[in-house]
């Protein structure tokens, strides 16, 4: 049994929701890849717990719900992010604090300290992805760590490993795809209602589906980095979020998407890279009976392949549960190699 | 085009050989041997790509290699691409945007649907363009897109024409 030590920085949704999910899932992945993943340290804005001899996960995840993480037994008062993670005993950062995409802080800080005191990286946060992706692959490279982060793009929906895994021998010739939920939710509302965008939006609020500003959604921002972290990763491009070109949905009518249904389509936000041009998130036409008109809340990726040829996946792109599939899969990855 | 036959051999490289001679492309060809026509003649359909320019004297070149021509249908404009337009569709002169697409000489709107709301609201227009070829078409996007950033209005594309 091999046992790896983590540390988990940024504790909401998606942070306490892995350790949730690697609490329930330890004996499951213990008997089958012989791998024991034990929480040593949580790191959080105002403090954090460091535990050597292992934190009970799911312990942590209730009090976390129950807004006293700090009444842990092992919570440090105003010890930051960084210092546990220079200082912790650990073989992995899982990073899931805010997405910042103007300086990518405090994640890129963190990704950053980790490396450097050799510990391997797994992350859903987009934010270091798209302004400093070279930097952080040549760190990691550098001390011999690895670098994964299969949750930022598409929460559970498998592709960044599905090229790395099991497309080897492809090239990837282009990316197109649905890429934020919150936006295929609104879309799809619209149309199969007819209802104005101001007023499925604020249903969207109501449901949780959209935040109280959703302009990094609905404007295409989301997309728009997440399409950059797949041209950087998979197509080996070096591009950042300002190459890319970027038209959001707030403009998209119930008339529109009326005449679009009329003749066969349906309107989707999709990012798409094509033969290494620049990336490009627009509202368009996708005819309904197309692999990537897919409904509600729904990702979708569609990669042509030189041997394979087209090559879709479809997932939830968001959700604790379903975005710490990837985490988990990213970590498992790390220790079957 | 529709052809007719004798049913000897080599006839087929007679109708075939001229098209390849003016750069035609050929797309398909059916030959129904098991068809005959009344005059005991051998049924073939050909389907090609080609400058039609070059048409009235492909037809004289396979007439003289003794090819009877039963049929020919024209498709100047093959390739179709559906798009919406969103924003002031009528304010901004719909009539010529029409006009600047149809003028190319190589495209043109094929059919053309508008949706307006109330006053004050962006009103909607698909247009379905039809041109020459794929890079015709490529020209015709790309004309439409400059058209829809010169009136501010919000132009989906369709993800089959990229
Ligand atoms: N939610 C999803 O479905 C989803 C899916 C895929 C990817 N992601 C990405 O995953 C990341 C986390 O998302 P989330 O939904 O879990 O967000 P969240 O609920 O806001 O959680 C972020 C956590 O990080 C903490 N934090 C803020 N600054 C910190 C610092 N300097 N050091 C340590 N912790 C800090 C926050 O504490 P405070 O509450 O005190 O600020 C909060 O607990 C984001 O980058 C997001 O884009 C989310």
């Not at chain 1, 008109?293 to 979708?300: I, Y």
């Not at chain 2, 390849?20 to 050909?46: A, C």
């Not at chain 2, 290699?65 to 569709?89: F, P, S, V, W, Y």
């Not at chain 2, 697409?101 to 508008?114: C, F, H």
Request: a negative charge; aromatic letters at 4%.
């Amino acid at each position: 049994m091999k046992k790896v030590r983590i540390l988990i920085i940024g504790f909401g949704v998606i942070g306490s929701g892995v350790a949730r999910a690697i609490s329930e899932k330890r004996e499951f992945i213990s008997d089958k890849y012989g791998i024991d993943f034990e929480v040593v340290g949580i790191g959080e804005r105002d403090g954090c717990i460091v535990c050597p001899e292992g934190i009970d996960a799911m312990e942590a995840y209730k009090l976390k719900q129950d807004g006293t993480l700090n009444k842990h037994p092992c919570w440090k008062d105003g010890v930051s992010s960084i210092d546990l993670i220079k200082g912790a005993n650990a073989d992995i950062v899982i990073e899931a604090t805010p997405t910042n995409i103007n300086s990518g802080e405090p994640g890129l800080s963190h990704m950053m300290a980790a490396f450097n005191t050799k510990k391997h990286v797994v992350t859903s946060n987009k934010g270091p992805l798209t302004i400093a992706f070279q930097k952080l692959k040549k760190t990691a490279e550098k001390n011999g760590v690895q670098f994964r982060f299969e949750a930022a793009v598409g929460g559970a929906m498998p592709v960044l490993n599905l090229v790395r895994e099991t497309l080897q021998a492809n090239e990837i010739l282009s990316i197109e795809g649905i890429l934020n939920g919150t936006c295929n939710y609104i879309l799809t509302r619209m149309s199969t209602e007819g209802l104005p965008y101001e007023h499925v939006l604020s249903e969207a609020q109501e449901l949780g589906i959209a935040e109280a500003d959703p302009t990094y959604d609905v404007d295409g921002i989301d997309t728009a980095c997440k399409l950059v972290i797949l041209a950087n990763a998979i197509l080996g491009m070096n591009v950042s979020y300002k190459d890319a070109d970027v038209t959001g949905i707030t403009q998209i009518s119930p008339g529109a998407l009326k005449l679009a249904s009329d003749d066969g389509y349906v309107i989707k936000l999709i990012g798409e890279i094509k033969d290494r041009n620049r990336p490009r998130v627009a509202p368009r036409l996708v005819p309904k009976d197309h692999p990537l008109a897919v409904g509600g809340t729904l990702n979708v990726i569609s990669l042509r392949t030189d041997l394979a040829g087209e090559i879709t996946v479809t997932g939830k792109g968001a959700g604790a549960i379903e975005t710490s599939s990837s985490i988990l899969s990213d970590l498992i990855s790390i220790y079957k190699a | 085009m529709n052809l007719e036959l004798k049913d000897m051999p080599g006839q087929l490289v007679l109708a075939l050989q001229p098209i390849s001679e003016f750069g035609g492309n050929i797309v398909s060809v059916l030959h129904q041997r098991d068809k005959k026509t009344p005059r005991g003649l051998i049924p073939v359909q050909i389907t090609f790509e080609m400058d039609g320019k070059k048409l009235e004297r492909l037809i004289n070149r396979m007439k003289s290699n003794g090819i009877t021509i039963a049929q020919i249908g024209e498709d100047r404009l093959r390739e179709k691409a559906t798009m919406i337009l969103i924003g002031h569709i009528i304010h901004s002169d719909i009539r010529d945007t029409i006009d600047r697409i149809d003028s190319t000489g190589y495209a043109e709107v094929k059919d053309l649907a508008v949706s307006m709301p109330g006053v004050a609201q962006h009103s909607a227009a698909r247009i379905v363009i039809n041109a020459a070829g794929k890079k015709e078409m490529q020209n015709a996007i790309q004309l439409l897109r400059d058209i829809a950033r010169e009136k501010e209005l919000l132009l989906i594309e369709s993800i089959e024409e990229a």
